[in-house]
């Protein structure tokens, strides 16, 4: 069964590093998003993306924060100066057709910022 | 705006015992609601999905949910726990007018009684 592959799997980063988190979506899926789990919260939405632009954000994905399709089967999240605050559970979805709403979950990430 | 709450922080059931984790919604148009498990250091696993077909959904594992709008509700079932079925359980509602974001309850910690 097809699944969303996110790497790496847990990253360490000094505070002010950039980072880049890395997600295959499912294949021939067409809308792509990221959502963050500080521990012991709620899952929280940061940003979709289709067509090669976001199709929405929330008040989270501020400047510092920006998401790429480099290819047609990478989907990135990039935090350009990471803080404390950063330090989560990322996790990227994705979606097939626009009369389909079930997103498919990857497994995660877990970015600690030191 | 969409909204979910669910009303539990933490349940714990004895094994062979029924299941209920309970979730309430808020939802400006006809919404899609969803169950998600995510165990110890995992991703988030879709269990079922409510999309204004059958109010009464069944999903993996045993589970079902049915979605009652005249009480803004989509709880949660099981008829017999197991113990892999402890968890942290996830609801999350999708309004279906062009809204892309998944909005997440703050979940439900089940714990299983050998």
């Known amino acids: 069964e097809p699944e969303v592959t996110q790497t790496p799997s847990h990253q360490v980063t000094q505070m002010g590093q950039e980072v880049i988190l890395r997600c295959v979506p499912i294949s021939n899926h067409l809308y792509f998003y990221w959502y963050r789990q500080i521990l012991g919260q709620k899952v929280e939405f940061l940003v979709s993306f289709y067509n090669n632009e976001i199709s929405e954000k929330s008040e989270i994905f501020d400047d510092q924060f920006s998401v790429e399709r480099p290819d047609g089967s990478n989907f990135t999240l990039k935090i350009r100066s990471t803080k404390l605050e950063d330090s989560a559970m990322y996790f990227c979805a994705s979606r097939g057709r626009r009369n389909t709403d079930t997103q498919y979950f990857g497994p995660g990430t877990r970015l600690t910022v030191l | 705006a969409q909204s979910v709450t669910q009303l539990d922080s933490h349940v714990s059931v004895s094994e062979g015992t029924p299941v209920l984790l309970r979730c309430n919604y808020s939802?400006?148009?006809?919404?899609?609601l969803f169950w998600y498990v995510q165990h110890p250091n995992k991703g988030l696993q879709l269990l079922l999905k409510y999309t204004s077909a059958a109010t009464l959904v069944k999903g993996i594992n045993g589970f079902e949910a049915e979605f009652k709008k005249s009480e803004t509700s989509f709880h949660l079932t099981k008829p017999s726990a197991h113990m892999s079925d402890a968890a942290e359980y996830f609801c999350a509602v999708i309004s279906n007018f062009g809204n892309e974001k998944l909005t997440f309850g703050t979940g439900t910690r089940l714990t299983i009684i050998p």
């Open positions: 939802s400006s148009y006809s919404p899609s």
